[in-house]
């Protein structure tokens, strides 16, 4: 009887740390920010003391043309880093997809800018982005082009190009593993029936790695939001506001302009953008493995 | 897969060449950096030749060498101090994530229980909240809420035993910013090592169960040996986000518990960078996570794919 009862209760002992505190500090400053977005809120007040405002901050947002713009910035940044990367990291390991000598020492060098802190890679491409002293513009005057101000005039391009030089290795490792695990079958088929290069690609690799292609990039989609570090040492959302993502406006509306609701209210606004993301990719997970399901019972069938 | 004709081919090299340079090269220029002094950054003289100087690093570990170098008349970086905090932040963080979370993951894996469903969805939810959206409610809650009253039980005891006020807040303590990086990281690595512990082949479970083995026994002797490439991927992933995140440690740091990512971007804002600092700090930043590349990159592709290809 007691080792009954043990027994029951174990799940819920592996589970209680985790969900303890992910309730403390996750879930319950979740609905505190939503609680906050309805109020007047500044940092030096508690938040009972803040007065209610109702919708004010929210529609406040709705018509500020500053958060419209940052908006727009997160929305291309996201954009244009997603498509690229991807672009670029499949376009590189149907290049590289065969057997490299040193294979695991080349993709030891590639994850190298994924691990390194954003704040590092932020500071790296500021020097080399330097209008005097940084190495694009060394190369350029010593090739005898003009100098380009990167941060000043091609701001927004240059944050995505440290990106892209950042995340591409992610997106291509994990098309890499996909190639190598499709059947083997199919390729040799096509093959035989003196299928081109690239009627390969398009007809068979690139329909079979489609599934994990989209969930990288939903992953990566997701990430881009996340971005702040990076451009906070780059930029510090500047020249204007032409590369102040949503992330960085939340933080100086918080820190710099003292209105925690408004920064509140702009953070869900951020957090409903992302579920929307979030539900897209679950109900592509969902429709996936419904068809593979039918998939392997028609096979069956036929067998 | 290699077709004949693609075996040898110098051009092939040559892209591999020009990847490799392309994204190691931004690392190196900023290793070389480091060793200069401003004078050669901003003069320019051509990247290779110069004279290697440690100057630098002894201006950002000023606070924690034992001699003191010519150069500096004032030690203003506190680098040691930082580099301190983020290793006790880190550290500690990354233990108590991997406990807690390959816990909640085996449970959801082998246990059906009242609300599993529920917990599973959440998880994954919660997996894409950007730090800066937690940033608000973070800071409101640990400045105001989460404190020790100065009245209250351990208030009085902590004031009575240690001095000083007794009513303590969260924020400013390296606990704090533990807290929230452990709740930050729990869903990614519940996620991963879900993947992990599926694989575990069920059977072996039962025969320790079978010899008189309780449940946690089985989950310590049993699973977790069996899983360990999963907990060094997971692991790493955590240390990594760690020891790199700046926002919500820049929120709730104080002086003495600031890491280093606040201190570097609180020296990068002033008018006049001093570049050879500067790179010597996060070089200095940077070399754990270069190390842990180095030493595990095979755990760290593991777990990259499980996460993303697996979910």
Redesign the interface.
Known sequence: MRTAMANRLTPYMFMAPAAIIMAIALMYPLGYMVWGSFREWNPSQNIGEAEFVGLKNYIFLWNDPNFHESLGVTLRFAFFVVTIEMIIGVGLALLLDREIRGISLLRTMFILPMMIAPVVVGLMWRYMYHPTVGTFNRFLDSIGLPRVDWLGDYALTSVIIADIWQWTPFIFILSLAALQSLPRSALEAARIDGATGWQQIIHIKLPLMMPVLIVTALLRLIDAFKVLEVILVMTEGGPGLSTEILALRISRTATEFRELGVAAAMSNYLLILLLLLTVGMFAFNRWQEARAARLNALVEEES | ??TPN?RANPA?YA??AL??F???G??I??FM?SFKLDVD??S?TSGLIFLPTIQNYEKALCDVLWYEPDHIDFCSLKFGNAFVNSLIIALVSTALTL???C??A???V??R?MG?DT?SL?????R??????????????W??EFCLDRDGLIGGAIRDTFGGRGDVCLAGTHSGII??Y???N??FV?WILQSFIVQVPRSLEEAARVDGAG?FQV?FKVVLPLIKPGLAAAAIFTF?IA??E??LAS?LSDRDTRTV?IL??NN??EFNVE?GV??AT??L??IP??I???LA??Q??TG??AG??K?
């Open positions: 897969m290699s693609s092939f892209v591999i990847l490799v392309m994204s190691v931004p690392v220029l900023m950096n950054i901003i320019g406990v807690i979370g816990m909640a085996y449970a959801l082998r246990f229980f599993r917990v959440s998880t994954l939810m919660v894409m909240v950007p730090p800066a959206v937690l940033l608000v409610p973070v800071f409101g809650l400045n105001n807290l929230i452990v709740a930050m729990l869903p519940i449940p989950f990594r020891w790199n700046y926002l929120a990512p570097i971007v990068m804002s570049w500067i790179m996060g070089m930043l940077a996570p270069i842990f590349t180095l990159s095979r760290i592709i990259m794919t993303a290809v979910g």
